[in-house]
């Protein structure tokens, strides 16, 4: 069964380094999905995206974020620079025409020090 | 503007009696809800989706959920735990841009 993948699994980083978070969104699908979710809170919405563009962002999707689809399988998180804030589980998840369904992956955890 | 509330934050159930996990929705319009469990490590499954085609709404695993107008709920139900459903479940209402609005879970621990 196809699945949505993200890597790395997790990943530890200095406050003030950019990071690149990446995922492989299931083959056929068009609508791309950046979730997070801080320790202990609940699961927010980031950003979505539709024909290499955004559709909808988030007020916590600042200038320090964007997103990129740089080939016909990878989807992207870029933080600029990092905040200690920015820590957190990152899900992507991808969706198909016509649903509102969407699949996730496993979750990249963010730990900035 | 769509939110969900999980009424209970942990919920403990033995292994072989019910599991009710609550969900109460709020939405200007016929919402679609979602049901998604996270076990340790690993991503968010889907378990079940309403989309008004039934009231009633059968997912993976054995679980339900009866999505109910009046009350503006949308419980999860499993007639039987398994040591296997311990896990974070979430209940989630999707707006009309198809973004998903999370409930803050419900971490389900099974007795033996």
């Known amino acids: 069964e196809p699945e949505v993948t993200q890597t790395p699994s997790h990943q530890v980083t200095q406050m003030g380094q950019e990071v690149i978070l990446r995922c492989v969104p299931i083959?056929?699908?068009?609508?791309f999905y950046w979730y997070r979710q801080i320790l202990g809170q609940k699961v927010e919405f980031l950003v979505s995206f539709y024909n290499n563009e955004i559709s909808e962002k988030s007020e916590i999707f600042d200038d320090q974020f964007s997103v990129e689809r740089p080939d016909g399988s990878n989807f992207t998180l870029k933080i600029r620079s990092t905040k200690l804030e920015d820590s957190a589980m990152y899900f992507c998840?991808?969706?198909?025409?016509?649903?509102?369904?969407?699949?996730f992956g496993p979750g990249t955890r963010l730990t900035v020090l | 503007a769509q939110s969900v509330t999980q009424l209970d934050s942990h919920v403990s159930v033995s292994e072989g009696t019910p599991v009710l996990l609550r969900c109460n929705y709020s939405?200007?319009?016929?919402?679609?809800l979602f049901w998604y469990v996270q076990h340790p490590n690993k991503g968010l499954q889907l378990l079940l989706k309403?989309?008004?085609?039934?009231?009633l709404v059968k997912g993976i695993n054995g679980f339900e959920a009866e999505f109910k107008k009046s009350e503006t709920s949308f419980h999860l139900t499993k007639p039987s735990a398994h040591m296997s459903d311990a896990a974070e479940y979430f209940c989630?209402?999707?707006?009309?841009?198809?973004?998903?609005?999370f409930g803050t879970g419900t971490r389900l621990k099974v007795l033996a």
């Open positions: 939405s200007s319009y016929s919402p679609s």
């Open positions: 309403y989309t008004s085609a039934a009231t």
């Open positions: 998840a991808s969706g198909g025409v016509f649903t509102d369904t969407q699949y």
């Open positions: 989630v209402v999707s707006d009309r841009t198809y973004k998903y609005i």
């Open positions: 083959s056929n699908h068009l609508y």
